[in-house]
């Protein structure tokens, strides 16, 4: 049996003549050819082309047509808004109540609210109203400021009574399934927190995950990887720099013989937060100085063992609250740096640099994570047409930092001009000017310097 491919290379056509066949089948075969002459295939190919170019302007119309029908709305919504009257003023109230009276009128519940399913105690509930009824009647300071913010920090935490809920969202497994395709190169920490997540559910428990460091060049993702597994956690999440750091106070609260002694993060995570498991990164933990007499790091030593966590006591507030099961996770460059004993309490991982197939995914994966950060309504992030393959392939080669950075500049541009699509330039960094100015120095023995001075203005 003879294919219609086959026969058509067996046609021969004669001089002046050409072979025509339709390939606009919607069945997907091959039609029978046609002989024709030249100068009509000729004139067929002119017309399909004059087709082809139609198609493109009109695609092109419909385009500018619905940017200008965008812009059209915008300004129709913008002119309503400033139509209508503003609002009248709210009335005044004046209170004759300082902030300490104002403090000491408020409340907690007389009696040990119930637990609601699927939350922990972070606190001691008889510890805590002794506490708020010692601040009103006899607190041992004679600052003012103090006494009002713990009565208002007692007081909101004790509003729902110790009980903190436990996240733990019930799609883990596909989600982290879907974390290790966005970033190939952590497949093995999400093996780790995916046996973790498991041992929960089979235990009916809190899921414990053992502190984590995150190991590897500048650039391979760790921070981004940390704020995704915070929202497949769907937990809060705090981002602790040691780059810096002079003092454990940011974790753990500043002494309250400080005129601005502040709480910890801990505290305003836990016992003013809502989850009793946020995800706390520690950034960059082989910047900080392990000599000294102050040694930020030193204050992780009894946050990373459960059992000393779940007593630690903010410096500020001074009063212990329960911390076991803060999800920590540690980002250096180098582990050397860090303290032995700190180092011990973590699970390494060193993470590398993705291939070319996992820079494209994780490039898409940020740009769309920025995308729902900057455009939280779904409905305007739907009327954005997606980037190019090219433009895609541009971001793959950035850090994960100028990936989010340069995804912004694309939005903002694209918004300036009421467009729907992103152009090359859109994601184009701004170029630095450069201006030189020369002057000259005349020493005192005649002799002439010339110093050149080069100002970079961005």
Sequence with gaps: MVSKKSEKRKINAPAGYGIHADHGDVAGEFCKPFLLPNSLLEQLEVETLERERLAFEEAERKRAEDDAAYRARVKAAEEERLSKPAPPPPPITRSFQTPLQAAQALTVPDELPPAPPGTVAVFDWDAARKRFESLKKNPATADKEIITRDLRHFAKAMGNGPWRSIARPRAWREDLQQLAAEMPHFAMVVDTIQRAMALADLSGRPPTLQPILLLGAPGVGKTHFTHRLAE????????QSFDNAQSNSPLRGSDRHWANSSVGALWELIVLGERANPVVLLDEVDKCANEGSHRPVDALLS?????????????????????????????ANDAGRIAAPVRSRFLEFFIEEPDIDGRLVLAHSIFQSTLERMLPS???????????????CRLAWMTPRQIRMATER???????????????????????????????????DGGGDEISVFVVRS
Excluded: C, N
């Design 410 to 444: 694309a939005l903002g541009a694209a918004a300036y001009e009421g467009r729907r699509h992103f152009e090359d330039r859109d994601f184009d960094a701004p170029k630095p000017h450069a201006q030189v100015a020369t002057t000259s120095r005349q020493p005192k």
């Design 232 to 239: 497949i956690l769907q937990t809060a999440i705090h981002r």
């Design 303 to 331: 946050l990373l063992e459960p059992v000393t966590a779940s007593r630690v006591k903010d410096v500020s507030i001074d009063f212990e609250f329960d911390a076991s099961h803060v999800v920590y996770i540690a980002t």
């Design 378 to 392: 779904e409905e305007v992030r739907a009327t954005f047409a997606r980037p190019t393959d090219l433009q895609i």
